[in-house]
């Protein structure tokens, strides 16, 4: 067949207290999507990390078109021919497409930028890739899924023939992933390599030319593309057969809990980010918001759980007017929150498991006595009994928070949110960049709050976690909520369009 | 008012803006790199100090630019390897050099020149155009030129970059420290030219009197650009510089009319509120090899 582009040969990482990556070997022919995927802390983003040079390897060796060569920083992998598409986006808000695209590789005269002869550079990759973007706009003006574009041209503008992707469709709508295959299908052609890390085994099957499936830092197996199936791949991940479809308990929604009224929100630009957003949960029910992320969904989520200060309209929480509380009162008023951003939000990343599962609630009996003096046996007794319940793999509850792996880490978050009981859950990307066995538990413990009769507000840039878990639909575009859906009556196809402010002026 | 007079506050309130705008345009280098240089007071105590003592040792000014330069280069280097590379807090990196350089400008003049508080008159000062010293006129050529550096130059772009977004920079090759290091020490250099514009005739404790701190207040209103710091510079500069002319004119309480700078400085910043915005990464240290 094809030529080997690169091999990575019995590669070895352990970093304190875990093996990373154990004697894992993988290869990438000229010209094929090569798939990578595995559990949270499977060990793939190390596994890239190290053929980007930012790790170095405990052993083994790496060739790239046969040649061993060693890679001791990004530079030099780029001068490899390797380009990578961070999980967190690398580029710099305030600065143009352009600028983005040439910093570190900028054709200079005597220190002096300029910028025409990239410029043509650029437009003829940009043509050649179907990779359209305005080069003179800022990048912090552009949509998500165009700043992905921007990532892409970057490294294709040095030239990389290797390109490695960590979960590019995270943030992208389905149209926005189908456009990106079809980059990755006129990449391939021109011989280029790519290898693919994603959670979403449907892209995985769609797109994969070879899976390599790893578990706890061990190749499980490689697979074609064509011989693989979904229900395979997760089993080969998870060391078990895994259930793919969440069952939904009927329940029979309940009296309403949530009612949001005419609300409005300005940013401090005086922007508006609401604009008239009017709907109701009710118990029992799973209420969920799609849409492209930056259309108000934060801003919403935060105006109900963290009283933002808001410029017109009225939020009752079982009938009772909230919005003038704060959110202490929230809380204990039966609110709870799984804030999209785990690290900056969800937990205090340097505590231990014990002092973050009681985070909101550690100034509430029995955590504390009564003059406000911390048990910490009573913390740790609570830590264990909900990380048995919530199956979070930990070493202990006295375990930082920043050693979890990511699925871990939002297990946690989840956990704690619900052992508060609320009567109303706001789950904000509940499930990002959490594999298929911690997805299918949080959905499963969506599906027993809801069970339980709580009402829950599901954020998620995901549209088919949107469409499997809720019962009804919003879908947000610029501020508003364009359309609102009973589940059955819809397609993921039609949403997708919506989400897109295509069928914003009543085109339908 | 005559016409000569007019004249006269213009280019004398050039030379009072100077100090603070060569310090503004060498806070925007420090800060534009991700570095906060509260530094600067400090480091314009030393250069003002050494740009005398060598003036005096060696009969030239030049020279005592030159080694001013050096030493506000040096002491810009401390603040680089302390907050840079050790990652301590840079505001309190910068409050200890502020606290060490007023100590140590006391210690030399007592040991160079026996007296702890002022040196003797230093009698080698620059040329003198239009009636101020002619050192404050290079304020216009070198904005432009920290303008054209900082937005038209590759050196310019990764500088930004790395206050921007280190980790970006990181994976693109650069190399985060070492543009960090270049940004706090261009800031210390240019504090040399701030001593060779306030009052190289002779140094005196506490002759700086707070102007590294106006020249922050002047780079944040001048939103961090080269240009804009300058202009800021000037706006408080010329305020001081009527305050200077009309005191005596005034029936105000003197302490009053010359807190008037400062005064200005807190009203125009809490005015700023919300409109300017800092580099993205500025005032973090940055961790290498981190996710
Ligand atoms: N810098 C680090 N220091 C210590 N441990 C680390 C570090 N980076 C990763 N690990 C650990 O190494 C293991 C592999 O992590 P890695 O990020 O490669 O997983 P992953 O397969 O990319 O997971 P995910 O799907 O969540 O992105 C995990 O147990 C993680 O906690
Ligand atoms: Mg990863």
């Known amino acids: 067949m094809s030529e080997t582009l690169l091999e990575m040969r019995k590669i070895t990482k352990r970093f304190p207290g875990v093996l990373a990556n154990d004697e894992i070997s993988f290869d990438l022919l000229k010209g094929e999507v090569h798939a990578l995927v595995g559990e949270n802390g499977a060990g793939k983003t190390t596994l890239m990390k190290i053929l980007y040079g930012l790790y170095s390897p405990d052993s083994g060796s790496i060739h790239i078109k046969g040649e061993k060569i060693s890679i001791k920083n990004p530079k030099e992998a780029i001068n490899c021919g390797i380009g990578m598409v961070h999980q967190h986006f690398m580029l710099v808000p305030p600065f143009t497409v352009l600028e983005n695209i040439i910093i570190g590789e900028e054709t200079q005269r005597f220190g002096i930028l300029n910028e025409e002869k990239p410029a043509k550079k650029i437009r003829d990759l940009m043509e050649r890739n179907g990779l359209i973007v305005d080069m003179y706009a800022k990048v912090e003006d552009i949509p998500v899924g165009i700043q992905q574009r921007v990532e892409i041209l970057k490294i294709l503008y040095r030239g990389a023939e290797i390109l490695v992707f960590d979960e590019p469709t995270a943030v992208l709508t389905p149209q926005e992933a189908e456009e990106l295959f079809k980059t990755f299908r006129q990449m391939t052609a021109q011989g280029k390599g790519i290898i693919f890390i994603s959670h979403k085994l449907d892209e995985v099957l769609e797109i994969a030319d070879r899976i390599t499936v790893i578990r706890k830092g061990r190749v499980v197996k490689t697979l074609e593309g064509k011989e693989a199936s979904k229900s395979l791949i997760a089993e080969l991940m998870v060391g078990k057969p895994v259930l793919l479809e969440v069952e939904r308990p009927d329940v029979s929604p309940g009296r309403v809990i949530l009612e949001v009224r005419n609300l409005d929100l300005k940013d401090y630009r005086k922007v508006a980010v609401l604009n008239d957003v009017s709907f109701s949960v009710h118990a029992g029910e799973i209420y969920g918001i799609a849409g492209v992320e930056g259309n108000g969904q934060t801003e919403l989520v935060a105006v109900i759980a963290e009283a933002a200060p808001m410029e017109h309209g009225d939020i009752l929480l079982d009938g009772k007017s909230v919005a003038n509380w704060d959110v202490r009162r929230r809380r204990e008023a039966g609110i709870s929150h799984i804030p999209e951003d785990r690290h900056r939000y969800g937990l205090l990343l340097p505590f231990s498991l014990a002092e973050n599962l009681t985070l909101g609630m550690h100034h509430r009996k029995p955590f504390v006595n009564r003059f406000q003096i911390i048990n910490r046996n009573k913390i740790q007794e609570h830590a264990r009994r909900v990380i048995s319940i919530f199956d979070i793999r930990t070493p202990s509850e006295l375990t930082p928070a920043l050693a979890l792996s990511g699925g871990n880490q939002q297990k946690v978050i989840v956990a704690r949110e619900l052992s508060a009981e609320p009567k109303l859950l706001l789950a904000a990307q509940p499930t990002r960049g959490v594999d298929i066995g911690a997805t299918e538990f949080i959905h499963n413990q969506l599906m027993e709050a809801k069970k339980d009769g709580r009402a829950i507000l599901l954020v998620s840039a995901d549209l088919d976690e949107v469409m499997s878990l809720s019962d009804r639909i919003g879908v947000m575009y610029k501020g508003r909520i364009i359309k609102e859906f009973a589940r059955e009556e819809t397609t993921k196809e039609e949403i997708g369009f919506y989400m897109m402010g295509e069928k914003e002026h009543g085109r339908n | ?291």
């Open chain 2, 1 to 291: 008012m005559n016409l000569s007079f007019i004249l006269f506050f213009f280019v004398k309130g050039l030379e009072i803006s100077a100090p603070i705008a060569f310090a503004a345009l060498g806070a925007v280098f420090s800060e534009r790199s991700g570095v906060i240089n509260i530094a600067l007071e400090g480091i314009m105590i030393v250069t003002s100090f050494t740009i005398v003592w060598a003036a005096i040792a060696l009969h030239s000014i030049w020279l005592g630019l030159l080694f001013a330069i050096v030493a506000g280069s040096l002491i810009a280097l401390i603040h680089a390897v302390v907050s840079v590379t050790f990652r301590v807090d840079q505001i309190v990196s910068g409050v200890a050099i502020n606290i060490f350089a007023v100590g140590l400008s006391r210690f030399l003049s007592q040991k160079v020149f026996g007296q702890e508080t002022q040196t003797p008159t230093n009698a080698y000062l620059f040329p003198r155009f239009l009636g101020i010293n002619s050192m404050a006129f290079l304020l216009i050529p070198i904005a432009l030129i920290g303008w054209f550096v900082l937005y038209r130059t590759v050196f310019g772009l990764r500088l930004r970059t790395v206050g921007e977004n280190p980790e970006a920079a990181d994976t693109l090759g650069l190399n985060v420290y070492g543009l960090r290091y270049a940004g706090v020490i261009i800031s210390g250099a240019l504090c040399g030219l701030s001593a060779a514009t306030l009052f190289p005739s002779q140094w005196i404790s506490g002759m700086t009197a707070g102007r590294g701190y106006i020249a922050l207040a002047a780079m944040i209103f001048g939103r961090w650009d080269p240009v804009g710091a300058v202009l800021a510079s000037l706006l408080f500069g010329y305020a001081d510089t009527f305050r200077i002319m009309f005191e005596t004119k005034i029936p105000i309480p003197g302490q009053f009319v010359q807190m008037f700078p400062y005064v200005l400085a807190v009203v125009v910043l809490a005015g700023m509120v919300g409109k300017a915005r800092a580099p993205a990464a500025d005032g973090k240290p940055y961790e290498k090899g981190e996710d």
